[in-house]
């Protein structure tokens, strides 16, 4: 690119490509970052601000990764707070979802510091809320804890409800981690209580924990009752879903067999509308495992069959060992042990596939990981040595400052002692025709006129012993840009 329209250009260009060809929108993009430091300087915001944005739209962790990271080095080098805090925030999601835990948690102190520094109070809700996810996603379940309590009880005396709910929300999730069902029990009803007016939404949530809770605890009749609640209030489908699986179980758990099949039903058709294909499969298990308490065999392995064969077709190994192993123990409960071991083999050897393919996914994630190291080791270098060339610009700066200021003495120095030699010379003529002038005859008056001509002489010789003795002077700093002489008495 040959000058500054060229790259506006790009960038506009294939922004406006990426509604129809993300992919090569993405790829153009990237062919220019890995040449970042050719683009024109006022142009590298830009640059970087539309990329990540368009990465976003599809998110790309590794990508992002990478992006943000150079957006930080960039932003650090300019002093650009604004990009700087855009920069964190992303690299320290993309570090979130790539598992690399202590990087976003180092991220995340440092930008929780900034914000209090700052006084910018939501951001710092915000910001002390990831963290706790993060020690959260590290079963750091008591430090999560302190950050989401310290959230509530900060958003409850500036009367802040959506922080309020968002801990709250959290809080249950970690205290069912830790299996203190009591606290996650009142962290719920409270929750419930403060989202009924703005945040309805969040009912839903609520309510299928307590559900989830009473279901772990065997309490069916009251898990059915929260998780039925859950269902007036639910807006996100992956909860929909799972409060009709858990709708299902319950039902099941009480041997009502014909409200758990319309349940498990509903369940599988939210999956499939959504395309959530191993809640699909759980579903068809549910399914065939309802229909087999009730007694229905021959459904029970149809709809066995039906979920195989659906696992296959998706070449999905997992969900296929899943369901392999279902018809196994249906096979082992009715006594077909033969066609049972026969299904077992099939497992061994599928297994076997998925270890290797399992294996071979291993190696890609760790060749990608040591990747990200290497770009992450990359960007370090490249502060590093910024931070090297910035101290010794300083140093160079002082020492100039000293050579300067030494030149200054020394020139000061050569005139003090010219001047004194110069004055010297005709007072001393003066002094001493004075000194004549005064041994004559002479009246009052004169003798007056020579008395202050003397003590005249006499303040000049005091300055020129000054200047003489230059070396004696004291320099002391007024103000951090003015320095003024004092002379000794």
């Not at 040959?2 to 506006?8: A, G, K, P, R, V």
């Not at 890609?364 to 992450?376: D, H, V």
């Not at 003798?447 to 005091?462: G, P, R």
């Amino acid at each position: 690119m040959s000058n500054d329209i060229d790259y506006f250009t790009f960038i506009e260009k294939n922004e406006i490509l990426h509604k129809n060809h993300p992919d090569a929108s993405i790829k153009n993009f990237n062919e220019k970052f890995n040449e970042i430091y050719k683009v024109p300087p006022k142009y590298q915001k830009k640059f970087l601000k539309s990329f990540t944005k368009l990465i976003m739209k599809n998110p790309d962790w590794i990508l992002l990764m990478k992006v943000s990271n150079i957006a930080k080095f960039m932003a650090t080098e300019k002093d650009d707070e604004e990009w700087l805090l855009q920069a964190n925030s992303l690299l320290s999601l993309s570090y979130l979802k790539l598992k690399m835990y202590d990087k976003a948690l180092d991220i995340l102190n440092q930008e929780v510091e900034f914000a209090v520094n700052q006084r910018q109070l939501e951001k710092n809700l915000q910001l002390m809320i990831n963290r706790g996810l993060v020690f959260q996603k590290t079963a750091k379940y008591q430090k999560a804890l302190k950050d989401f309590s310290s959230v509530l009880k900060i958003s409850e005396s500036v009367n802040n409800k959506f922080f309020s709910v968002q801990a709250l929300l959290h809080m249950q999730e970690t205290y069912y981690n830790l299996k203190e069902f009591g606290e996650m029990k009142r962290s719920c009803l409270k929750g419930i209580n403060l989202s009924k007016e703005e945040f309805p939404e969040y009912i839903a949530v609520f309510n299928y924990s307590l559900g989830k809770l009473y279901y772990d605890k065997k309490e069916y009749s009251k898990a059915i009752f929260y998780f039925s609640e859950s269902l007036n209030s639910v807006t996100d489908t992956k909860y929909l879903y799972m409060a009709k699986s858990y709708l299902g179980k319950a039902n099941m758990k009480q041997a009502h067999y014909e409200e758990a099949e319309k349940f498990y039903r509903e369940a599988k058709e939210i999956a499939d509308a959504n395309n959530f294909i191993s809640f699909s499969t759980e579903a068809m298990i549910d399914l065939s495992q309802n229909f087999f308490l009730a007694r229905n065999v021959k459904k029970s392995f149809e709809i066995a069959e039906k979920a195989i064969t659906e696992a296959k077709n998706r070449k999905n190994p997992e969900l296929y060992l899943d369901t392999l192993k279902h018809k196994y123990k249906l096979l082992e409960k009715i006594g077909e042990f033969e066609t049972a071991c026969k299904v077992m083999d099939i497992i061994f050897k599928k297994r076997d596939d998925a270890c290797s393919e399992y294996l071979n996914d291993k190696l890609s994630e760790t060749k990608s990981k040591f990747e990200l190291e290497m770009e992450q080791m990359k960007v370090t270098l490249l502060q590093n040595k910024n931070n090297q060339l910035k101290d010794k610009n300083t140093s160079l700066l002082g020492a100039q400052k000293k050579i300067k200021a030494m030149e200054r003495h020394n020139s000061i120095e050569a005139m003090a002692v010219t001047i004194s030699h110069e004055i010297n010379q005709p007072l001393s003529v003066i002094i001493g025709n004075l000194d004549l002038l005064m041994r004559l005859k002479s009246d009052e008056e004169q003798m007056e006129i020579y008395k202050a001509i003397k003590d005249a002489t006499d303040s000049i010789s005091e300055i020129i012993d000054k200047f003489r003795n230059y070396s004696s002077f004291e320099i002391k700093k007024y103000n951090k840009k003015v320095n003024f002489f004092v002379f000794d008495e």
